[in-house]
């Protein structure tokens, strides 16, 4: 394919490097520096897909990220990703893309029917049409809308690209390197302050690449070079370019994001594909400039349309022309600059100016050059359907509303420019109140309520000079308030071209009898007609009507059609339109991909994982692990054929009748110091602390003030004023942060530190009728007989060399040891247990056969303790004291707690001691009662009991007091079972507690 | 994302603090009589207030110290932080 459009020189594109790429299955070339955009132009391409609701054919019109037409699907890599912006993209060797919103082809499009049908698709039509019969809705009319609208498709692959998030802070932070942005960077830059200059294309200079001005005896290029090679070299000033602050947030935090591998074929080893910014500046200078606005005519939507700026742009930065016949429609002089640039190239553009006699240095140019300039004219419809062919063009009168004769002229594009909207957006986002300028007929910001200030043409200052001078003082008057330095910048010279005013028309009258649709909002097809509609329904605030329309809904925001919108309402409502008001402005400003958002934390590194000093060990004895809360813990230890439940009854029986040991490192461990220590405990814990003696363990319950439960556990006095206090693993974090509570907020007089020490040691629980006999061989030198070291006893011991902390606790029910050592040491306790308990038939155990052990001894855990219960519920009542307060106490009087039928902890057997009863499962009186049947309590945890060989269940049930012996029905929707069950004591093993002690 | 001044720390972003609820409310001594609406008060009832409050966060992944903080619902401002042991004056 050859570049039918590429001008023989010019343009910053590396013309040394040809770039092969695909679009729509068809190879074409580009040179290095084209976007897909500027590379498909030059090889003549201009249809590039289907609008979204009428299928009408997209060409090109911006060149940048105000486009709305220009949306592909993406191949990269191996990888896909939808609704890229051909204007934004950069070409790189092997890009593809495809059209998207069409089918089964861009050329011949099935939903192009729609736009015949179009009488039925007006405005609010989701709400109005395929609303009856209303079974068609699922079958046929959503499925159909789905496929025929509906933009690119995302890939379901796993996305192998790497994501960043940074945090960055800034004295400065200057969004856009045109003008404004590059003044004001270097006054500041100058005054030492730390500056983040950012710009969202591969170029800096913004509009100073394209238009014909000189700063001192420089072109604007040229300055703008000078200045960014300047800014780079200095330390305190970080420049970058692909890079788009899309959100203003709270106390003056800004979010970037920077594409750092979309330009390239594939992302380099190590490198991110983009990477996020989150800054906290001091001050925010917007310098983004401007969008110029389309004017509204017939059929402005054709292939070949497109704003007059972008038509410069193309030629000048890319060295591309957007057509050889252009047409230039104006109501400014900016379409003069795009004529005399066509000229310049030997192209004989036609320039159609709204107003009848402009006059201007820039006009005076135009004429100089004999363009060809006709005044009061104005296109009334582009003919043509995949791509301009010609234009129906009339006189207009000086009251723009009657149309002269219409004439057809041949022209192969329309270069529109109805003027200049500041691009207000990140202003807006801050909570900036925005205000109407007149002279401008747009909104620039007024009063900040952040530190932001809006500099140039997003704040509607049109010229150079000025804009030059106002960001120079800027930079240098915000930066010196941070750095007290005021390096003074002497200021350039300018010279620009001055323009005439513009015309403040927008929307070319439809000729008698015509009736040409004339959009609005290009790529939700939103048309004058739509508008008028709404309106006419009885549509009123501008919020409603964008709704209701989906006018600047789409991913391009209405950068092109929201003020077109705003003064279509206000004319049709007669107001003016700042009484009319803007729709609120959201990040983000252009849309962020996903992937960048969510940033690293994906799959496993979506939390941190943790793991104990033994987990290796436990990897090379082929433990299954289990993720409990943030700790992998192994769930069972895997022997041959074994599954879960084979496993975990062979670990559990294996405690009951020998010895296990499992790795409870994973309990939260805070450390707490200080001579009011034990008073802390009276008050958190409901039962009494006060006389602890040291060397001794004592079991807590702690509740919220609210009187449900907080957690359990058991802490341990290990000297006069130090104890030792353990919580289950899922609320350690929890109690850390309610203890610091009541001791900095609550209670401040209380001498007391605490401190979390989960991490600074291992435990190993040791577990089993034969557990003393392997202590006594593991701590020789100590006295671990019931006397030496009894039940909720406490000593210090020797570990071969490693000092241990032995807790005589148990969890399982049965006799059992918690030994505590630094975590480093963990691995060697670990081992050593093993190794000598060997003789003792010692095998490790899992959460499972944990779980299996306390939920037949009736010990109740997290599934109990699950926020909706109080003591009682768990048979905790008896450690409720009743001659102190503690927090949570007062609740416990409350009128449903204190019922006489409150639910209360049961176990449930089933009948036919065979069948396994599921979690969650409901207790009913009656199987066969209507719906909905009344739900007496639930099953809160199930296990096999080794002991009596049976399933065995836990349960909250309805005056669970009185239900002993009872028989009534588990109901388990979900997995479809109704079991008969008999309600027994929870604690179906030694009831009397004799193992622990014994 | 708010920045939040820790008095022992300095500015610091929102996502080092996890938020406290109402700083104004005081708990009832232990061990006083105290009748079933004022104790209502204190567990359950909280105004939502729209405007200047002052409110609890803790620097949980800083200091960890509980902090006393004096925000606008409304506009995200905030006008003063104060530490646990200082009493705000309304």
């Known amino acids: 394919m050859t570049q039918n459009f590429r001008l023989e020189s010019g343009g910053l594109i590396n013309r040394g490097k040809k770039i092969s790429f695909k679009f729509n299955g068809k190879n074409y070339f580009g040179y290095e520096g084209d976007t897909l955009a500027s590379a498909l132009i030059a090889n003549g391409v201009h249809l590039i897909g289907r609008s979204f609701k009428y299928h009408r054919p997209r060409g090109f019109f911006g060149a940048g990220v105000d486009e709305p037409y220009a949306i592909v699907q993406l191949y990269r890599n191996g990888e896909t990703e939808p609704n890229i912006k051909a204007t934004e993209q950069e070409l790189f060797e092997g890009l593809e893309a495809k059209s998207v919103n069409c089918w089964p082809s861009v050329n011949f499009d099935v939903g192009a029917i729609n736009n015949f049908l179009k009488i039925f698709l007006p405005a609010g039509f989701y709400y109005k049409t395929f609303m009856w019969p209303k079974s068609f809705w699922y079958k046929i009319y959503e499925p159909f809308i789905r496929k025929a609208a509906g933009l690119g498709t995302a890939s379901i692959k796993h996305d192998k690209e790497r994501y960043e998030h940074k945090y960055e802070y800034c004295d400065l932070l200057i969004t856009g390197s045109g003008p404004s942005g590059l003044a004001s960077a270097y006054a500041a830059a100058k005054n030492g302050a730390k500056v983040i200059l950012a710009e969202d294309k591969s170029r800096f200079g913004g509009t100073l690449l394209t238009s014909d001005v000189n700063i001192g005896n420089q072109s604007g290029k040229e300055w703008a070079d000078s200045i960014v090679s300047e800014l780079k070299e200095m330390s305190n000033v970080t420049i970058k370019n692909r890079s788009q602050v899309f959100g203003y947030y709270d106390h003056n935090m800004l979010v970037m994001s920077e594409r750092i591998s979309d330009h390239l074929p594939k992302t380099k080893k190590y490198h991110p594909k983009q990477k996020l910014w989150y800054i906290r500046a001091k001050e925010v200078l917007i310098s983004s400039g401007s969008i110029e606005r389309p004017i509204v005519f017939g059929n402005n939507d054709t292939p070949g349309v497109m704003l007059s700026s972008a038509a410069k742009e193309y ?362 220590a034990a008073e802390l405990l009276n008050r958190v814990y409901t039962n009494a602390w006060l006389k602890l003696p040291i060397g001794k363990a004592r079991y807590g319950v702690m509740l919220r003030e609210d009187g449900i439960v907080m957690d359990d556990g058991t802490t341990t006095r290990i000297s006069e004023n130090h104890y030792h206090m353990t919580t289950t693993t899922a609320q350690a974090a929890n109690v850390l942060s309610h203890l610091e509570y009541y001791l900095q907020l609550v209670w401040p007089e209380l001498n007391v530190n605490v401190v979390s020490t989960t991490e600074q040691w291992a435990g190993a629980a040791i577990a089993g009728p034969k557990s003393r006999d392997l202590l006594k061989k593991l701590f020789p030198k100590s006295d671990v007989t019931n006397e030496g070291l009894p039940f909720m006893g406490y000593i210090e011991g020797d570990l071969f060399g490693v000092k241990a902390k032995i807790f005589r606790i148990s969890f399982s029910g049965e006799l059992a040891y918690e030994v505590n050592v630094e975590s480093d040491y963990g691995y060697f306790m670990w081992e050593k247990i093993i190794e000598i308990g060997e003789e003792f038939g010692i095998q490790p155990y899992g959460t499972e056969a944990l779980s299996t052990l306390r939920i037949e001894m009736g010990h109740v855990a997290g599934s109990e303790l699950d926020g909706r219960t109080i003591p009682y519920d768990n048979s905790l009542e008896g450690l409720l004291s009743k001659k102190k307060d503690f927090i949570g106490k007062r609740s416990l009087t409350r009128k449903a707690f204190a019922a006489e039928d409150r639910q209360k902890i049961v176990g449930v057997v089933p009948l036919d001691k065979k069948t396994s009863i599921p979690e969650g499962s409901h207790l009913v009186k009656d199987s066969n009662a209507p719906l909905p049947n009344p739900k007496l309590g639930y099953i809160s945890a199930s296990c096999w009991s080794v002991e009596h060989d049976n399933p065995f269940s836990l349960a909250i049930l309805k005056d669970g007091k009185n239900m002993i012996g009872k028989k009534l029905f588990v109901m388990s929707p979900l997995k479809n079972k109704v079991i008969p069950v008999e309600i027994v004591s929870s604690h179906y093993v030694d009831p009397k507690g004799e193992r622990v002690r014994s | 994302m708010l920045y939040i001044k820790c008095p022992h720390c300095g500015m610091r972003s929102q996502n080092e603090f996890s938020y406290g609820g109402d700083a104004t409310i005081k708990r009832p001594e232990l061990g006083k009589e105290i009748s079933d609406q004022d104790w209502d008060n204190f567990v359950y009832n909280r105004k939502s207030l729209r405007g200047k409050h002052w409110e609890l966060w803790q620097h949980i992944s800083g200091c960890r110290q509980w902090i006393k903080v004096e925000r606008d619902t409304a506009t995200h401002e905030i006008f003063n932080t104060l530490k646990a042991n200082e009493e705000i004056s309304l």
């Open chain 1, 315 to 676: 030629m000048k930065v890319y060295g591309v022309l957007v057509g050889k016949k252009p047409l230039i429609f104006t109501n400014n002089d900016s379409g003069y600059e795009t004529a005399i640039e066509f000229k310049k190239n030997g192209i004989n553009p036609i320039i159609l100016d709204t107003r009848k006699e402009p006059q201007s240095e820039i006009i005076d140019e135009a004429k100089n050059m004999n363009i060809n300039i006709k005044n009061s004219y104005v296109v009334v419809a582009a003919q043509g359907y995949k791509k301009v062919k010609s234009a129906d063009i009339a006189k207009i009168s000086d009251d723009k509303e009657k149309l002269g004769s219409i004439e057809n002229i041949d022209c192969d594009c329309i270069c529109v420019s109805g003027f200049w909207t500041p691009t207000i957006h990140l202003a807006s986002q801050s909570g900036n109140k925005t205000k109407f300028k007149e002279e401008i007929d747009a909104f620039v910001p007024g009063t900040s309520k952040q530190n932001e200030k809006t500099l140039g043409a997003a704040n509607g200052i049109f010229t150079l000079e000025e804009t030059l001078k106002d960001s120079f003082e800027q930079g240098n008057r915000l930066s010196k308030k941070i750095t007290n330095n005021d390096n003074k910048v002497s200021f350039p010279n300018v010279v620009e071209k001055k323009s005439a005013v513009h015309d403040k028309f927008w929307c070319v009258p439809l000729p008698k009898g015509k009736n040409y649709k004339r959009f609005l909002d290009f790529q939700n097809d939103v048309a004058v007609s739509d508008i008028e509609i709404a309106l006419k329904e009885g549509y009123r605030s501008i919020e409603h009507v964008k709704r209701y329309t989906t006018l600047g809904m789409a991913t391009d925001q209405g950068k092109t059609s929201n003020l077109n919108g705003l003064q279509l309402v206000s004319k049709i409502e007669n107001k003016v339109v700042p009484a009319v008001g803007h729709t609120t402005f959201r990040p983000p400003y252009t849309p962020v991909s996903i992937g960048a958002i969510v940033g690293r934390e994906v799959g496993k590194h979506s939390k941190p994982t943790r793991k104990s000093p033994m987990h290796s060990w436990h990897e090379k004895n082929n433990a299954v692990f289990v993720d409990a809360g943030v700790w992998l813990r192994p769930r069972y230890y895997k022997r041959g054929d074994e599954n879960l439940f084979e496993a975990s009854k062979r670990e559990a029986k294996n405690v009951r009748t020998n010895v296990g040991v499992c790795d409870v490192t994973t309990l939260g461990k805070i450390d707490i110091k200080g001579p009011d």
